[in-house]
């Protein structure tokens, strides 16, 4: 699969936000805030996830799309990447 500018600018924005919770801790902000860009982090990680799965799955989807049994099989594959991913 190739992956987007895009997806990898999401992944980018996510590595600029981990290195701001580690200057806020290095800072010494408070425990509240620090969790919260970290749950921030975590929600933007889940939502690249399934934003790289769902583009593969289109992607498999549109190659594919003459034979069922295939197409089943690539969702199910999706479905447990999804699973994995949480």
């Given amino acids: 699969m190739e992956y987007s500018k895009d997806m990898k ?6 590595e600029g936000q981990i290195r701001g919770v580690l200057r806020m801790m290095e800072e ?10 970290m749950s921030a982090v975590r929600t933007a990680l889940d939502r690249a996830t399934a934003y790289v799965v769902a ?4 992607s ?3 190659n ?15 479905i447990k990447m ?4 949480r």
Wanted: aromatic share 0%; net charge negative; hydrophobic share 30%.
């Fill in 9 to 14: 600018n999401r992944l980018r924005r996510l």
């Fill in 28 to 37: 010494e902000k408070d425990c509240k805030e620090i969790i919260t860009q």
């Fill in 55 to 58: 583009r593969n799955l289109e």
């Fill in 60 to 62: 498999c989807l549109r």
């Fill in 64 to 78: 594919e799309s003459e034979n069922e049994e295939v197409r089943e099989e690539i969702i199910e594959e999706a």
């Fill in 82 to 85: 999804l699973v994995k991913s």
